[in-house]
């Protein structure tokens, strides 16, 4: 990793080797120089979930963090509580021969004292729980923060308040902190509030066709009802070895069915939803990740930031749609994304059950410029041919 000679404490750079990192992706290769710059500089990046953005922004945390001095230095906001649990296991291992550095979570539930200061050096949370350490509680100086990361800015703005509650904090922070912006995609809205958040930015953006990740087999499945999509997954297992798959629904009716059905021909199933508590979920994705569970079922609630290795396929049960009904393509492009990580093979398959969802599936098709093929669930040897 030719970026080894920016970084200048020998117990990082044990941190970076012990994780397996040998050459930088796309985007490390990129970002680095610019995120351990001396002086610190400024930065807005687009970066799809599994290209390393995180270990790059850790990375550049880790490095600018004294462990010596005890209060927060390095603040990093999360749209979701997993998000949050995922950055942390990086820094936890990133920065694992710092025995001084530790972490904070600033999210809902997690409670301190009136009146006590955080003493970790870096903090990661949820914005609207960041926001009232900041100010009304008083638990971190936000004047002594030197790296502001915000990370998956264009789900951060797409939920209610936290696009004024990130600007409320960042308008907290000193001048010479450093401004550190990631989004998978860049619509106008997420663009204008990169600007607002980070002042003077270095600029990387992806062109759109790298945005569909190359590495993933994109098809379809006509059906006529959500039984028949059952039965064509059914199909689907019955012919191809899948290590794990994530399943998206619309609903969370769909999705308990759906878990219910698949258990019941005794797949083992894990069903994650939004009414779920935080621990609830979190010990969810945790069963999933160390593969207790083979197949994770899903609302939205997941699409973003949830990193299994061993996820081979992603089905869209129901395709994305936003509130009026229109593709989601953003939530698309995030929940394939979950399959072909780290330049692997994935495997995507769509769901049509009706002319809306054909519709739907060709205005995709036509974002992405990108064909999804047709595929016979009922034709077995066709079915293999996918896998290969």
């Not at 083979?294 to 395709?319: H, M, P, W, Y």
Request: charged content about 25%; overall charge neutral; aromatic content about 6%.
């Amino acid at each position: 990793m030719s970026e080894t000679c920016l970084i200048r404490k020998p117990q990082l750079l044990q941190g970076v080797y012990a994780m397996g990192f040998n050459r930088p992706s796309k985007i490390q290769e990129n970002a680095l120089p610019m995120m351990l710059a001396e002086p610190p500089q400024n930065l807005i990046a687009q970066s799809q979930s599994g290209t390393g953005k995180t270990a790059a922004f850790v990375l550049a945390m880790l490095s600018r963090v004294e462990p010596a001095d005890r209060y927060p230095q390095c603040l990093c906001l999360s749209p979701t509580y997993e998000l949050a649990l995922q950055t942390g296991k990086v820094i936890e291992q990133m920065g694992k021969f710092h025995p001084d550095l530790k972490l904070a979570y600033a999210v809902r539930g997690n409670k301190l004292d009136r009146g006590q200061k955080v003493s970790e050096q870096i903090v990661i949370g949820t914005p609207g729980t960041v926001l009232d350490w900041c100010s009304k509680l008083k638990f971190i100086d936000p004047k002594k923060i030197k790296v502001f990361v915000l990370d998956e800015a264009d789900v951060m703005i797409a939920t209610q308040g936290h696009q004024d509650q990130s600007i409320r904090i960042q308008r907290m922070l000193p001048r010479n902190c450093q401004m550190l912006l990631f989004s998978a995609t860049f619509e106008d809205s997420v663009w204008k509030f990169a600007q607002k958040v980070v002042p003077d930015p270095n600029i990387i953006k992806l062109k759109r066709e790298e945005e569909t990740l190359d590495t993933i087999k994109q098809y379809y499945v006509l059906c006529n009802n959500r039984e028949e999509k059952f039965q064509a997954l059914c199909n689907l297992y019955g012919a191809i070895t899948i290590a794990q798959a994530m399943i998206f629904c619309h609903t969370r009716k769909t999705a308990s069915w759906l878990a219910a059905e698949l258990s019941k021909e005794g797949h083992q199933v894990a069903l994650l939803s939004g009414e779920m508590m935080v621990e609830q979920r979190a010990a969810v994705i945790e069963r999933f990740r160390e593969g207790k569970e083979k197949v994770l079922v899903t609302t939205n609630v997941c699409a973003r930031g949830i990193d299994v290795e061993q996820v081979s396929v992603v089905i869209n049960f129901d395709l994305p749609v936003d509130k009026d009904g229109n593709p989601d393509n953003e939530t698309y492009l995030h929940r394939i994304g979950r399959t072909g990580r780290f330049g692997k093979r994935g495997l995507a398959v769509n769901m049509v059950d009706s002319k809306h969802s054909m519709n739907i599936l060709n205005r995709i098709q036509e974002h992405f410029n990108k064909k999804i093929e047709r595929l016979d669930t009922d034709d077995l040897d066709e079915i293999e041919k996918i896998a290969n």
